[in-house]
């Protein structure tokens, strides 16, 4: 199957400076790819989403970033908050096939 | 957004038993269902697709016949974990995916501890 990783396992970062996570995928026929959010004992909850046709994407506080070129993906969090610290993953997804998911990166925010 | 739910959000049970974990897309049709299993610090790992009405695909690796899926409506799937054992012990997500296949919700996990 697909492989998804992410460079970084942990992220710790202070109070009100942005974050970045980093995501590394193989397969470049995937064309859509999606950020969630996982907290402690609960389901993953959905950030924002890219498809292949754009290199950005815009949320509220976050940014997606993705280079089909080197097949990488990156969130950005503007001014951390306590709230955003949880487990982060990534996932990609070819067509209207599964989604596959990164192993995750915990981001730690520092208050 | 949407909303899909699970039950129970935990259980624990013996050695040997069977459980059923149900799922339900609350406010949607979920033409397509999926079960995820998660162990400790790990990412989530597909277990099982299924679409209403059909038999459900499972992964490599995983036992049809020890995880029992069944998707009898568009709103609801469930998951039977049968003759459990403690190795069975993990957090299992299920998630919903609409007609439109960019959106795909995912239930608030059930904690399954086998004794």
């Known amino acids: 199957g697909e492989s998804v990783g992410l460079h970084l396992p942990t992220l710790s970062v202070q109070e009100g400076d942005n974050s970045i996570i980093n995501c590394a995928y193989s397969?470049?026929?995937?064309?859509?790819f999606i950020w969630y959010k996982q907290e402690s004992g609960k389901g993953p909850q959905f950030i924002i989403d890219?498809?292949?046709?754009?290199d950005k994407r815009q949320g509220q506080r976050v940014t997606v970033l993705l280079n089909k070129t080197v097949k990488h993906l990156s969130l950005q969090i503007a001014a951390t908050q306590p709230g955003d610290s949880a487990v982060y993953f990534c996932?990609?997804?070819?067509?209207?096939?599964?989604?596959?998911f990164g192993t995750g990166t915990r981001l730690t925010v520092i208050p | 957004g949407a909303v899909v739910s699970q039950h129970p959000s935990w259980v624990i049970c013996k050695s040997g038993t069977s459980v059923k974990i149900e799922c339900r897309s609350l406010?949607?049709?979920?033409?397509?269902m999926f079960w995820y299993r998660q162990f400790p610090k790990q990412s989530l790992m597909l277990m099982a697709t299924?679409?209403?009405?059909?038999?459900?695909?499972?992964e490599q690796g995983v036992e049809k016949d020890k995880f029992l899926i069944n998707h009898a409506s568009l709103t609801l799937s469930t998951l039977t974990v049968t003759s459990a054992h403690p190795e069975d012990s993990s957090f299992y997500i299920c998630?919903?995916?609409?007609?439109?296949?960019?959106?795909?919700?995912f239930g608030p996990g059930t904690r399954l501890t086998v004794l």
């Open positions: 299924s679409n209403e009405g059909s038999k459900a695909t499972y």
């Open positions: 890219i498809r292949s046709n754009m």
């Open positions: 996932a990609e997804r070819v067509g209207a096939n599964n989604l596959f």
């Open positions: 406010d949607f049709q979920a033409t397509t």
């Open positions: 998630s919903a995916r609409t007609s439109n296949y960019n959106e795909q919700f």
């Open positions: 397969n470049s026929a995937s064309d859509y």
